[in-house]
């Protein structure tokens, strides 16, 4: 096998200057200086030399590259590690996988298939020489050194090429616990594990902003070592519907706690508050305007979620806006407009920044101009690039559906000013639109109605555009100068020791006392039976005896009769990230539950199905009774991924908890004493279906556009209590579980 390029590195120092790397990239020497010869001149121009701005050194390059060479540069694809290309490999099941020397690079040709689109890939070497492809999207889960080493032999083959451009990776965050989820959540378990966003959140309700300072800290150090220069990451939308599926994902409902967050992890998660330094890492925040005000939780990966509407007047800019603003302030990287499509007809009157009435035209986000390259650019003052969501010209391309999909890139980089696009290596689309801008295409083809050709095709302009922005952020990051990683520091940096327990100690900070009687902290010596409950009863299974194994000082029985306590950790989930549900997302905790379904215009109808959210939660009421029965007590956690309903759980619970991806072993600390609870919700609980009930004609009692915590401004009376409230949920004790909440013991 053939030395990898980790073993080849050759590095550059002298003094106040950056370290320059090269496995093959020839060096230029002057005046006790090392320059790496980008351009393949042998001389330093203003593209090799380092002192000059990265957006000077963007713009000299653009005019030395080809037009092939820039639209390769349009485009960020899912990557392939050559480590993974097995035969066992479902992915490989019709095609013999290939590696290069190495075994570093998969150099397979493959058609793939996934909710994006389908697309015939080539393999790595290809990608990198031939279409000069430079953004790729990591999926998978290596350990750190396998990382680096792969990521530095994508470089040292980029570095072969005339003209030199680094790779850049990205991921999905990797530094929260949760389920695995193809597209939103790719990896999780090498890097050290925090609770989720949701959990941060509530940790720091609870406690102070130094959470955010030392995870963002722990992100910037692992991401940089292994050489994973860029994140999808993180979300700034406000959590205003509480049916949205990807709420776990937010930091929740307040968008001023937001911009707290954001101001402390946007700095040093990029290395500085001016943006990206050559240790830090490129964040993308996500996603531009906001995806949470959906149309009663419908997601825009499919055809029902495709609308973004905004029925409460002036809640754009009340709420959804302001994180977006702290992450422009803060210089972040880039930022990723949403699938969906403002939705005029539903809408309230929204405003613009600087008070003007906000242009709802029915396009996609990174395909609508009145949202990119007016507001997010003129008035809020954004300078870095835009990249859009994954699969936008396929299977999202919403509000477009009339142009075919080279007339998509043309309308998203030349009418809306997006940059890079993600999804799949569409190229040979960027070219078509390219050679239209140019031919004589639309002499003998129709252009759409309602459209220019200047808007639907790629010129030069535009083109140049773009691809400045994207150089300009790589020179930031020094990679063009330094883009190698020692695959034995990577394995130092990642998951260490201090690492493990600051985060070890956010997630016992995340956990949120919502109900005790006195039953917490639980006793020693106490008799226990103890269970865990999932959608899938596999899961149950596994966690159960997980949690039994974990619990120390007290007896376990088998029979909640025989019980001091009864101890249930329930992990409910509803619907499927990438399906569309045949009604909305349930958000009660049940098992068998009949509900409505919709119609394609998201209107319930008469025909019913059965949703399951928590198998066998029927014997939760079973358990209390036979624990309550000979005076014992009964203690529920419930892991809040979605806002559910608490109304099958919190009248049999005694004491009642919540996490956010929390460890089992940091409620279990909270639960047994070790650990006084400090959480606080991030999100405002429900009280019941009633609160979120959709009308015959789509339309939600409760709006979606605005956050929990100020629903009940625009609640009926008629359902409102005593003290004004109508949303929250309200547990025997008289508390309201809405944002902010949470006990101590």
Known sequence: MAKKASANIRRYTAPNAPVISSVSRRV???????????????????????RRAPAERAQAYVKTLTVEE???????????????????????????????????????ELTTTNIFGAQGTPGTTTALKDLWQRYFILRENPQPDEMADWIDQMQATAEECEHFVPVLIASNSRNENGEVVFGMNDAAGVFAAWPGTLGIAAAIKGDSLKIADEWAECIRREWDAVGMKKGYMYMADVLTDPRWQRSYGTFGEDQALICQILEHIIPRIQGSKDGVTPDGVAMTTKHFPGGGARENGFDPHYKMGQWNVYATEGSLEAYHLPPFQTAVDLH??????????????????????EGGDMELQPFGFAYNKPFIGKMLREQMGFTGYIN?????????????????????????????????ISGLQDMDLAKEAHARAYNDYYDTHAIPEGFTKEMITLTDEALDRAVARTLTGLFELGVFEDPYRDPAAAVQAVATPADWANAAEAHRKSVVLLKNDGSLPLPAGKKVYAEAFAKRAEAAQT?????????????????PAEADYALLMLTPSSGEYFNATPGFLELDICDGKRVPNVDDDGRPTAET???????????IPEIAAAVHKNGGKVVINVNVTLCWLMGNVEPYADALTVGFDTYPSATLDVMQGRFAPTGKLPVTLPRSDEVIAVDANGVCVSPNDVPGYDKDKYMPDALKDENGKAYPYRDAAGNYYEMGFGLTF
């Open 609 to 619: 199905h059965l949703e399951t959210t928590l198998h066998g939660a029927a014997r």
């Open 28 to 50: 230029i020497e002057q005046d006790g200086l090392y320059f790496k010869d980008i351009d393949g001149t042998g001389n330093l121009t203003p593209v090799n030399d380092w």
């Open 388 to 420: 859009s969501d994954t699969g936008i010209l396929h299977n999202m391309c919403w509000g477009v559906e009339m142009l075919d999909k080279a007339e998509r890139v043309g309308f998203a980089i030349n009418y809306a000013g997006t940059d890079l």
């Open 543 to 559: 966690s159960t005896r997980a949690l039994r194994e974990m619990l120390k000082d007290v007896t376990l029985v088998d029979d």
């Open 332 to 353: 972040t990287a880039s930022i990723m407009p949403y699938y969906a499509k403002p939705c005029a007809a539903k809408s309230a009157p929204q405003k613009d920044r």
């Open 70 to 108: 820039k639209i390769g540069q349009l485009f960020i694809a899912q990557a392939r590690m050559g480590i993974y290309a097995k035969a066992d490999n479902p992915l490989f099941a019709n095609t013999e996988p290939k590696t290069d020397e190495t075994g570093l690079l998969d150099e397979t």
